[in-house]
Structures are given as C-alpha cells and as structure tokens.
C-alpha cells in the first residue's frame, strides 16, 4: 500500500490538503478497511474521469482507510476498462430491456444513447462488487479473529503452567 507520504504527494490528491494528515485515515481495523473495500471497488466500477479523487473524498467522508480505497480503484485501468464497461453496459441494456445497438458511425447521439444502459449496469455492478467487497473483508476478519482464538485457546490447554 502506498504510504502516507506518497499519496499526499499525488497530484490527484492534492486538493485534500491537510484533512489527509488525519490518523483516522491510514488505520487498519475491520470497519476502516471493509469500508475502503466498498469505496475502492464501488468507485473504480463507475464509469467517470478522477476515480481516485473520488474514492479519496469518499474514504475521507466515511472516515475508511485511505490508501486502500484509492488502490482498490486500480481494478479499472486502462486494460481492464473495454471488458469492464462493456460488460457493464450488457447488464445495463438487459435490465432495461433494450438490445445492444452496435455503432452505425459513431456520433454523439449513438454515443449519449448508450449512457442510459452504461450508467445502469454500472450502478448494479458497482454496488453488487462493493457489497461483496466489504462482506469478504467482514468474513475475513471475523475468520481470522475465531482462528487467533482458537490458537490461543489450544496453546493454554496445552501448556502444563495454565493447568490448575
């Protein structure tokens, strides 16, 4: 994860100023990182410019761990955006109910037409993936807190000292 330092130096970042020297942004905790999750994950679904600003102002917001909302925005980059939005812009036209229109000569009106499905399926797909996000850092956290207690509890039922 990139440190504290690092993001307050991106220039993305920067209109943030000293609300990211807050210590509550860079703590790791289950509800600060399940949220982040939902955050990061939510914001890079959306199709729009600035994800991370975004996703920064959000962890900010709703006082979730920094670094991880804005990594986590990464899951669309330029490799990933074609599969994504296109994908998106499916579930988004069969929710509607609409057919997916190929471009007969892309213009702006084919283009602001296919906003509507993009927009939809994004939105679902977005918060789908951030639901799930945010529940698989809940589950993950609470698995390893009851296997942290069980190793302890097998350590004292084993140590002759502890015996009474």
């Known amino acids: 994860m990139p440190s504290p330092e690092r993001l307050k130096g991106h220039k993305s970042l920067s209109f943030l100023g000293e609300v990211l020297s807050d210590p509550n942004l ?18 890079g679904l959306l199709p729009i410019p600035l994800q991370m600003g975004l996703a920064a102002l959000l962890a900010v917001r709703f006082h979730c761990n920094l670094p991880l909302s804005v990594v986590l925005v990464w899951i669309s980059n330029p490799v990933t955006y074609v599969p994504i939005f296109y994908f998106t812009y499916r579930i988004g036209a069969w929710l509607l109910g609409m057919e997916p229109s190929p471009p007969h000569g892309i213009n702006v009106a084919w283009f602001v037409e296919q906003l509507v499905p993009l927009w939809v399926g994004s939105l679902l797909c977005a918060s789908l993936a951030g639901l799930a996000a945010y529940l698989a850092v809940k589950l993950s956290w609470r698995l390893a807190v009851v296997r942290s207690w069980n190793l302890r509890a097998r350590r004292r039922r084993d140590d002759p000292s502890h015996r009474s």
């Open 26 to 43: 860079w703590h790791i905790n289950r509800h600060s990182l399940a949220g982040a999750a939902f955050i990061g994950i939510f914001t």
